[in-house]
């Protein structure tokens, strides 16, 4: 996946996941632990 495709399905993730959050609830920790071991995290710092 180019980097362009993996911020343009995580871009589509966080949206997905925004309504979500405007009802109060957080980004699944199954989420979370897969965007951080397949290292979305570290390209965004």
Known sequence: ?????TAKALQSLLHDNAVEIERGRQLPKALVQRLA????????I
């Open 1 to 5: 996946m180019t980097i362009l495709a």
């Open 37 to 44: 071991e397949e290292g979305f995290f570290r390209l965004c």
